[in-house]
């Protein structure tokens, strides 16, 4: 009988564990912080998305060249 609690309480911890990791995933999408938060979860599942992702920001915070005296 006191197996079958020890089990009960670990899968209880595991589904817990996992619950928690979604709900924080799904908070992290609508905020708009998934980058920040649960970016070292995708770097290790999923490289490519995250690879693009950096190129996306970089990109974004890249800044036109401002134009020349010449050029006026």
Do not use: C, Y
């Amino acid at each position: 009988m006191g197996g079958i609690w020890i089990l009960l309480v670990s899968l209880a911890a595991v589904g817990g564990l996992l619950g928690l990791l979604a709900w924080a995933a799904a908070r992290s999408r609508r905020r708009g912080i998934g980058a920040s938060m649960m970016g070292p979860f995708e770097e290790m599942w999923h490289p490519t998305a995250a690879e693009s992702r950096v190129e996306l920001r970089v990109q974004n915070e890249r800044k036109s060249p401002l134009p020349s005296p010449e050029d006026l």
